[in-house]
C-alpha cells in the first residue's frame, strides 16, 4: 500500500496510484485549482493537501474509495444534506471508486472552506493587532 511510503511532493503520491484511484484524485485536483487558484499545493500528513490561509482541505485515495477531507467541522454539517448517500465520519467525505464524482458538491465545499480561512485569517488579524496596541 501507498502509505508506507513517505511523500515530498504530490506527484510522488499520484505516481503510486492505480488509474482507478488516479482519475477522481485529479478531477478534485483540477476543481480545487479552478475554485482557489492562490492555493498552495503540499503534502500534509502525507496526503496531498491545499493551503489557503492555512488548510483548505486534504484528499486521499484509498482501496475503495478517495477521500475529501474539509479540515472543518462547519462544512460537514452545513452541506449534511448533500452528504445524504455518501459515507461520511467525523471530518471525511468518501466517495466510492467507480461512481461519479460529485463536482457541484466538491466546488460549493472548497469555496465553503476558503470563506471560512477568510474570516479566521480576518479575526486573526484583529487580535493580533489588539494585543499590540
Not at 504530490?10 to 492555493?39: G, M, N, S
Request: a positive charge; zero cysteines.
Amino acid at each position: 500500500m501507498h502509505y508506507m511510503h513517505k511523500f515530498i511532493t504530490v506527484e510522488d503520491y499520484f505516481e503510486t496510484l492505480t488509474p482507478r484511484q488516479r482519475k477522481p484524485l485529479e478531477v478534485i485536483r483540477h476543481i480545487v485549482h479552478t475554485v482557489a487558484p492562490e492555493a498552495e499545493e503540499v503534502i500534509s500528513y502525507n496526503m496531498p493537501a491545499f493551503r489557503y490561509k492555512g488548510i483548505l482541505v486534504y484528499y486521499a485515495a484509498h482501496t475503495n474509495h478517495v477521500a475529501l477531507y474539509p479540515a472543518s467541522l462547519q462544512a460537514l454539517s452545513a452541506f449534511g444534506p448533500d452528504l445524504a448517500g455518501l459515507q461520511t465520519s467525523k471530518g471525511t467525505i468518501q466517495f466510492p471508486l467507480g461512481s461519479e464524482l460529485p463536482v457541484s458538491l466538491v466546488e460549493r465545499i472548497v469555496r465553503f472552506r476558503i470563506n471560512e480561512n477568510d474570516i479566521k485569517a480576518i479575526s486573526s488579524k484583529k487580535r493580533k493587532t489588539k494585543t499590540a496596541g
